[in-house]
């Protein structure tokens, strides 16, 4: 099974280089495979440069992809971050 779910970036500077470590230090917990898209790129979740090259703006609507062993643990955790503005703003 695989879990897939658009969220969008909600804070206010984007998903720059210190949510993006965030993101990929959590996803690197889990074993499974993480995916994020915008438009048609598709990156690997555990990746810095590959979120990185996302480009991803407040507003911007990314597809979180998880698939394997703890997926879903790994996809609640993940979006648990990104609803909590990857600790960043207040």
Partial sequence: MTVRVDYPIINQLG???RPS?????LSARYPCAVWLE???QRVNGKSIMGLMTLAAAQGTVLT???EGEQEQACAD??????????????
Avoid: I, P, Q
């Fill in 64 to 66: 979180l992809e998880t």
């Fill in 38 to 40: 915008r438009n048609d």
């Fill in 15 to 17: 998903l720059h280089a």
């Fill in 21 to 25: 470590a965030k993101f990929v230090s």
């Fill in 77 to 90: 955790a993940l979006l648990a971050l990104a609803a909590d503005r990857f600790g960043e703003d207040t």
